[in-house]
């Protein structure tokens, strides 16, 4: 794939496996924005043993990089409902296989869509967040709301969030406050990397993507990544 040489060689299998695996699909996709995007990255779809070998090398990866390079420290992986639950499992497994020495104790910790009531009740699964710095992982980040919720979500158990890991940044514009999308803004993950101090790290960008897009997808469906990319561009 030699659009892809510039990538990190890690960042080069993970996008060589979300092709392979057909996790990024190209068609007409309904985003929790309400967005209509042209492609779609389904984190749902590293179903099978490889697959989900190569998105958690990924996030470990990253993970460990961004130790190496600017101390990213935390005891907890949190994975919102529901994508990001095997993620933040498998991610924490991978970590402890890679480096037992510091990632040994690392605990994982998710939470329920819906408080359960009765057995052991309440919103999270796993570790307890309380007087913890906790690291989030999710699949993609669009406009920043179910993002925005896990943070919530951890302030309000006590914990500490620190930062968050996506495999794939789309690298859109927060949505307008009167919803007209031609206006510019600013992009979701800077506001939220502003507005809360946070580590955020991209294993993947729509910019990557779209530079790997020619040696694997249709002449259609660039030209109409590319349309979707120019509208929802950020301004910073
Ligand atoms: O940038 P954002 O506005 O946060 O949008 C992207 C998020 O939306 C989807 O999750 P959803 O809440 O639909 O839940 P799911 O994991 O159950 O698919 C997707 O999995 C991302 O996590
Ligand atoms: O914004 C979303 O809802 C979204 C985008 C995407 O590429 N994949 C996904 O699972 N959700």
């Not at 009531?117 to 309380?130: D, F, R, S, Y």
């Not at 914990?159 to 406050?177: C, F, N, Q, T």
Request: aromatic share 8%.
């Amino acid at each position: 794939m030699s659009s892809t040489t510039t990538l990190a060689p890690y960042k080069a299998d993970f996008l060589k496996a979300s092709i392979e695996g057909k996790i990024l699909k190209f068609g007409s996709f309904e985003l929790k924005s309400k967005r209509i995007s042209p492609y779609f990255f389904n984190a749902g779809d590293f179903f099978r043993a490889d697959l989900l070998q190569a998105i958690s090398n990924a996030y470990a990866k990253a993970i460990i990089e961004a130790r190496e390079q600017i101390g990213l420290e935390f005891d907890v992986v949190f994975g919102p409902a529901y994508k990001g639950i095997p993620l933040a499992t498998a991610t924490v497994d991978k970590l402890c296989q890679l480096d037992p020495k510091n990632y040994g104790q690392i605990c994982y910790s998710f939470d329920r869509k819906e408080a359960k009531t009765h057995g052991e009740g309440g919103n999270i699964v796993g570790a307890p967040l309380k007087g913890k710095k906790v690291l989030i992982v999710d699949d993609v980040i669009t406009a920043g709301t179910a993002k925005r919720d896990a943070i919530a979500k951890i302030k309000a158990e006590g914990g500490e969030p620190v930062g968050i890991v996506v495999a794939l940044d789309r690298m859109e514009k927060l949505p307008s406050p009167d919803g007209d999308d031609s206006k510019p803004m600013p992009s979701a993950i800077g506001e939220i990397r502003k507005e809360y101090g946070l580590t955020i790290i991209a294993i993947l960008t729509l910019d990557d993507i779209v530079a790997g897009m020619k040696d694997f997808a249709s002449a259609e469906d660039i030209k109409r990544t590319e349309e979707y990319r120019s509208k929802y561009k950020a301004s910073d």
